[in-house]
């Protein structure tokens, strides 16, 4: 036992307290003992499965409880603290007792970029961790993508197959060293190795060569962003036409040079988390196949140690450290290893056989990753950080719901799945799985869930699932054997705003999307919805185009095209117009009788085939996201939308848009402006109808920086209060956190 003994002339107490919240793998046992000595408590502290059992005892507890609360390590997250007087004991000196057992109800806390002072131990040929890849302490490194289940403990960690040197194994016992009870350390002797020398891989990423790099939560793919040649190569190689790639560059400086930054992506690019944050760019200052035709790119710092260490190498091995808080030259691809849209690549010899055709070296190591973790990519919207994807650095931070409720399980949908699992009062939200259209993804799915029950200790009652019979995720939640909550798309999406605000009673919210399964079979997507507890209701909508060629018409604007000329009385142009695709004739013919659609992103592919931005897309919202590139400002077209009996019409606009499809940038800037004028007069309307002010507004199309900011503008404008998606993604990543919250509903009603 170590720590000072109290002063025996002062009245002696002694407590049993209880921390509750992510607890557990940011430093909490070393910070506790360092406070109980500096308050000269005797006791101990440990890790169980409930978060951290503290006792104390001494004449100081209200000031050592106070300085628990304020002083928290900066990963921590205390939920609760809860304090019961028991006996003294006459207990002498205070010291780390080894971790209980049981059902866990604490939480793994989520991945961190690398601390500052680790990175000072990096740079400095005076430490042991000098030019060490795998420097980590209490405060920075892997947690959840190489934690197995709780406690968090080395042993149940991928950590456990590294036995300490006696130089970490002082470390980790010597309870004034930055690493005491540090689960992650590891040294150059007794830690994991990197297969490949980091000169040798910067020197290979200078000469134009692709590189296979193993990180935290899975593979990289890296090149120069800078040089087009390698950039082009590797679309060619991982058959990605265009979509966009992330790009990793050296510090915080850094991002000016190839992103126009203000103070919220700066900060947001900085955070622990380090997510991809998506910036104006800087014309000229990538190669063009990063992002082509778009106006922002997703930028991200540093976050492991070997990222430092090749941007070190790339600047030249500098010995000073100046170059860590100036602006370099280098800029890194840094996209997600998963050719053909599987899964991330996280084991070695799946590298091999998956990216040996991808890249010219594959960089591995030998600490196993246990669940795979793509980049979170955010954006700021409406003056906040947002998600467009959430995983690494966020994952399992819970979401809390606000009261306790039953143990259920949100399966997601098809695209962008996740899944959801709530324990008592809170929601975990999985990483981000992806499309489930392989059997390596609907894998990963399961792999997911089964990983988040291990972590969490729990087993669920009942199970969310999309109203779509034949989604795949359906398809599993019904194999379960237990109670399902089918929950319509839609409602979905709006359920889980109000979940992540804490709404209770209806909810307003319009959903604006690419596609759901409607309660009446059809294809939705444009909703005005009310949602209360287990049950929702449509409310409005937007007025029907026809989807010529059903699905086909999501990937193929042009079809969308002939749809809005259909809706406008100017068939007869669509032959014309798109004379070099053989089916246009054909498929104008039988326009009339092609099932129709109220999906927001439909009309967004209409609006972009008039306008000649693109006939087909190699991606999902390429279109979409072209379109919004192409605005400066915003403005309205007078009369360029209906409104009858809560149907929205755009048909005037798309008029207008057709009668003048040549100027493409104008065209763009009168569709959204319109489209936000439109949206909130039909919002406000309902509102004012119904008695709402507080407004959910869900779905992918929120992803759309221009339509976000000036919607929820507008809707404030109206006296209303719009309610976005912050904890999780407003498009389908964020569904299986609305089927979980409608689906506890069912067992404990609002």
């Known amino acids: 036992m170590l720590g000072s003994p109290h002063d025996p002339m002062e009245p002696v107490s002694r407590e049993a307290i209880r921390l509750r919240g992510i607890v557990q793998g940011v430093g909490m046992r070393p910070f506790v003992f360092a406070l109980a000595e500096r308050f000269k408590l005797a006791g101990f502290v440990r890790n169980d499965a409930n978060g951290v059992s503290i006792e104390v005892e001494g004449s100081a507890l209200d000031a050592f409880a106070a300085a628990l609360k304020a002083e928290a390590p900066p990963l921590?997250?205390?939920?609760?603290?809860?304090?019961?007087?028991?006996?003294?004991?006459?207990?002498?000196?205070?010291?780390?007792?080894?971790?209980?057992?049981?059902m866990a109800a604490t939480g793994i806390p989520a991945d961190a970029a690398v601390c500052s002072a680790c990175l000072d131990d990096l740079f400095d040929p005076r430490s042991r961790f000098h030019l060490y890849p795998f420097?980590?302490?209490?405060?920075?490194?892997?947690?959840?993508?190489?934690?197995?289940?709780?406690?968090y403990d080395r042993a149940n960690t991928s950590m456990t197959g590294f036995a300490m040197c006696p130089a970490c194994t002082h470390a980790y016992h010597d309870p004034h060293d930055r690493r005491f009870h540090a689960e992650t350390l590891a040294c150059p002797d007794c830690g994991p190795k990197l297969s490949h020398a980091i000169p040798d891989i910067a020197a290979a990423l200078k000469a134009g060569r692709i590189v296979a790099l193993k990180g935290i939560g899975g593979f990289h793919l890296m090149c120069d962003a800078t040089n087009e040649a390698a950039v082009s190569e590797l679309r060619r190689r991982k058959a990605r036409d265009a979509k966009p790639f992330a790009v990793m560059v050296a510090n915080a400086p850094s991002l000016d040079l190839f992103a126009q930054v203000d103070a919220p992506h700066r900060a947001l690019a900085a955070a622990p988390a380090r997510p991809i944050v998506l910036m104006p760019s800087r014309p000229g200052t990538l190669a063009p196949s990063v992002a082509p035709r778009l106006s922002q790119v997703g930028l991200v710092l540093p976050y492991a140690p070997v990222h430092h260490l090749l941007f070190h190498a790339l600047a030249g091995q500098p010995a000073d450290g100046a170059w860590r808080g100036s602006p370099q030259?280098?800029?890194?691809?840094?996209?997600?290893?998963?050719?053909?849209?599987?899964?991330?690549?996280?084991?070695?010899?799946?590298?091999?056989?998956?990216?040996?055709?991808?890249?010219?070296?594959?960089?591995?190591?030998?600490?196993?990753?246990?669940?795979r973790a793509d980049d979170s990519v955010m954006s700021i919207i409406d003056g906040a950080p947002a998600f467009l994807r959430r995983a690494r650095g966020f994952v399992p931070e819970p979401i809390d719901l606000g009261t306790d409720g039953p143990c259920v399980l949100g399966v997601g949908c098809h695209l962008k799945a996740t899944?959801?699992?709530?324990?008592g009062r809170e929601a975990f939200v999985s990483q981000h799985v992806g499309d489930l259209d392989s059997a390596e993804t609907l894998r990963f799915h399961r792999e997911?869930?089964?990983?988040?029950?291990?972590?969490?200790?729990?087993?669920?009652?009942?199970?969310?699932?999309?109203?779509?019979?034949?989604?795949?995720?359906?398809?599993?939640?019904?194999?379960?054997?237990?109670?399902?909550a089918r929950v319509q798309h839609h409602a979905a999406h709006i359920a889980a705003i109000g979940a992540e605000h804490g709404r209770r009673g209806p909810l307003l919210g319009a959903a604006l999307d690419g596609y759901g399964y409607g309660d009446d079979g059809g294809n939705w997507g444009g909703e005005l919805m009310m949602v209360e507890g287990?049950?929702?209701?449509?409310?409005?909508?937007?007025?029907p185009l026809a989807l010529p060629g059903g699905d086909r018409a999501a990937r193929e604007p042009w079809r969308m095209a002939v749809a809005a000329l259909h809706a406008t009385g100017r068939l007869d142009e669509a032959v014309s117009r798109f004379a070099h695709i053989p089916l246009a004739a054909a498929l104008a013919t039988r326009v009339t009788v092609a099932p129709t659609t109220t999906s927001l992103g439909r009309l967004f592919d209409a609006v972009a085939g008039l306008l000649g931005l693109r006939t087909h897309q190699e991606h999902e919202g390429q279109a979409a996201m072209e379109l919004e590139a192409l605005v400066e400002t915003p403005c309205a077209l007078d009369g360029g939308f209906t409104l009858v009996g809560g149907i929205l019409d755009f048909r005037p606009l798309l008029a207008v848009l057709a009668e003048n499809s040549r100027d493409a940038r104008a065209g763009a800037e009168l569709f959204h402006g319109t489209l936000?004028?439109?949206?909130?007069?039909?919002?406000?309307?309902?509102?004012?109808?119904?008695?709402?002010?507080?407004?959910?507004?869900?779905?992918?199309?929120?992803?759309?920086?221009?339509?976000?900011?000036g919607l929820a503008s507008a809707l404030r404008a109206r006296g209303l209060k719009p309610l976005l998606a912050r904890a999780v993604?407003?498009?389908d990543g964020g569904l299986s956190l609305g089927q979980a919250a409608v689906a506890r509903a069912v067992v404990a009603p609002v």
């Open 729 to 731: 993604p407003c498009n």
């Open 135 to 151: 420097v980590t302490c209490t405060q920075c490194g892997p947690r959840y993508t190489i934690t197995r289940r709780v406690p």
């Open 419 to 423: 899944v959801t699992l709530t324990r």
């Open 676 to 709: 936000i004028e439109g949206l909130a007069a039909w919002i406000a309307e309902a509102a004012a109808r119904h008695g709402h002010t507080a407004i959910a507004l869900g779905g992918g199309c929120l992803v759309n920086r221009v339509l976000a900011d």
């Open 76 to 102: 921590a997250r205390i939920d609760a603290l809860e304090r019961t007087p028991i006996p003294p004991r006459g207990a002498q000196g205070f010291g780390i007792a080894r971790s209980g057992e049981g």
């Open 534 to 543: 287990p049950s929702w209701r449509r409310l409005g909508h937007l007025a």
């Open 448 to 484: 997911t869930i089964a990983h988040l029950m291990a972590v969490l200790d729990v087993r669920p009652d009942l199970v969310g699932c999309d109203l779509h019979p034949d989604c795949a995720s359906t398809r599993f939640a019904e194999t379960l054997g237990l109670p399902l």
């Open 329 to 371: 030259p280098f800029a890194l691809v840094a996209t997600s290893a998963n050719p053909g849209g599987e899964p991330l690549v996280v084991d070695d010899e799946d590298a091999q056989r998956r990216l040996a055709a991808i890249a010219d070296i594959i960089v591995t190591h030998d600490r196993p990753i246990l669940m």
